[in-house]
C-alpha cells in the first residue's frame, strides 16, 4: 500500500486488496490513458458519498486532515476507488510487455486530478484470471472491497475467458443490492467521412503512431505528455548549434512514431516549494538519429532560446504538432539546415497556439 501525495493531496494505491479503505464506490477498467472515455466511467464513483467525499477542485484532501472524516465511521464514508490490473491482461495472455500510454505514476497524477481517492491494482495472475464471474463479484467485489456501488463501460467484460459482460455485472451485483451504472461508450465526430467513432486507448494509440497528434490530444482531453529525466547524450546537437536534452523515459512509456514534433515542455519542480519554471517552447525527435549512424531509438528535446544546463532536471513534454518523418541526411549541414527549417516551422505553430 502507497501513499502518493503531491501538494498536499493523496491517492491511496494498493497492489494488494488488503488494508484497503473501505466501503467503495469502484469503477472498473483497464484505464491506460485515462482518456476522456475513462472520465466518463469514473466519474460516477466520485461523489458516491455526497458530502462525504472530499474530491475538490485542487485534488484530494488526506483522510486524516479532512475535519469533516474524523467525525465518520467507515460505515459513514464512501472512498472513491479505480480498479484495475496489474499486468495489463493483455501482457499477461501474451507474454509480451505492453507499452502503456499512462505508466503508473502518471496514471496516478490523472485520476488524483479527477478526484479519484484510491488505485487498487488487481494482480492479473493464473489465480485471478480463473475466476468466474460469480466469483469474481463474491471474492473480489463484495468480500474484499466492500463495493457500495460500481461503474463500468458499455463493453467491460470480465471474468474467466471474458465471459461477464457489463449487463452480467448488473445483474450479479444486484443479489448483493449493488447498483452498477453501465455508461455508454464516449463518442467523437470524425469530419471525414462523417460519423460517430468510440474514443479508445487503440484509437489513441493509433493517433499518435500515425502522427496526428491534433486527435490523440482531443480524444485524451489533455496533451500527449513524454515525462522523463534528462540525462548525458552523445552531444552532437552542441556541434552544429542545437544542443538538446536526452530525455530518459519510463520504459513502458508508450511512444508516439518516429520524427519531429513541435512541443511545449515544463521543467518540473524538484520540491513541492519550489516555485515551477513557465512553459519553454522547441522541437522533439524520437528516433534512431540515421544521419550520425544511430542504432538505438532515443528522445531528444531542443528548447529555443535556452542555454542553461538540464542535466538531472525532469522535463515533462507536450507535443502539440507532428512536423515530419525521420529521415536520413547525406551530411551533417544538411542535417542542420533541416533542423533550422524544424524549428522555424515549430516556432510559426506554437506562436499561434500559445
Not at 135 to 160: A, P, Y
Request: charged share 20%.
Amino acid at each position: 500500500m502507497l501513499n502518493l501525495s503531491q501538494n498536499g493531496c493523496s491517492v491511496w494505491v494498493a497492489s494488494s486488496t488488503e488494508g484497503l479503505l473501505t466501503p467503495t464506490a469502484v469503477a472498473l477498467g483497464k484505464f491506460d490513458g485515462v482518456h476522456l472515455g475513462h472520465h466518463r466511467v469514473i466519474q460516477p464513483v466520485l461523489h458516491a458519498g455526497d458530502r462525504l467525499s472530499v474530491a475538490g477542485a485542487q485534488g484530494l484532501v488526506p483522510v486524516q486532515e479532512s475535519n469533516d472524516n474524523q467525525q465518520l465511521t467507515n460505515q459513514e464514508r464512501t472512498y472513491s476507488t479505480v480498479v484495475t490490473f496489474d499486468p495489463h491482461p493483455q501482457e499477461f495472455f501474451t507474454g509480451q510487455p505492453r507499452a502503456l500510454l499512462t505508466p503508473l505514476d502518471e496514471k496516478v497524477q490523472q485520476l488524483r486530478s479527477l478526484g479519484v481517492e484510491q488505485l487498487v491494482l488487481l494482480p492479473f495472475d493464473k489465480e485471478l484470471s480463473a475466476l468466474s464471474p460469480e466469483d469474481f463479484v463474491e471474492k473480489i467485489l463484495v468480500r474484499q472491497l466492500q463495493c457500495q456501488r460500481i461503474s463500468v463501460g458499455h463493453d467491460f467484460c470480465f471474468g474467466k475467458q471474458r465471459r461477464g459482460t457489463a449487463r452480467d455485472l448488473q445483474l450479479l451485483a444486484a443479489k448483493y443490492d449493488i447498483p452498477v451504472t453501465i455508461v455508454p461508450l464516449q463518442t467523437y465526430t470524425d469530419t471525414a467521412p462523417t460519423q460517430e467513432i468510440p474514443i479508445s486507448t487503440s484509437l489513441i494509440r493509433h493517433s499518435l503512431e500515425s502522427g496526428d497528434i491534433k486527435n490523440a490530444n482531443l480524444l485524451l482531453g489533455r496533451p500527449y505528455t513524454l515525462t522523463g529525466v534528462v540525462v548525458s547524450g552523445q552531444q552532437l546537437g552542441r556541434t552544429i548549434g542545437f544542443p538538446t536534452a536526452n530525455i530518459q523515459l519510463p520504459q513502458d512509456k508508450f511512444l508516439p512514431g518516429k520524427g519531429v514534433y513541435a512541443v511545449r515542455v515544463s521543467i518540473l519542480s524538484e520540491t513541492p516549494d519550489e516555485i515551477p519554471q513557465s512553459h519553454k517552447l522547441g522541437v522533439m525527435n524520437i528516433g534512431n538519429r540515421p544521419t550520425v549512424n544511430g542504432t538505438r531509438s532515443s528522445v531528444e528535446v531542443h528548447l529555443f532560446d535556452w542555454s542553461d544546463d538540464l542535466y538531472g532536471k525532469t522535463l515533462a513534454v507536450e507535443l502539440v504538432e507532428f512536423l515530419r518523418p525521420e529521415q536520413k541526411f547525406s551530411s551533417l549541414e544538411a542535417l542542420k539546415t533541416q533542423i533550422q527549417l524544424d524549428c522555424t516551422v515549430a516556432r510559426k505553430i506554437l506562436s499561434a497556439k500559445f
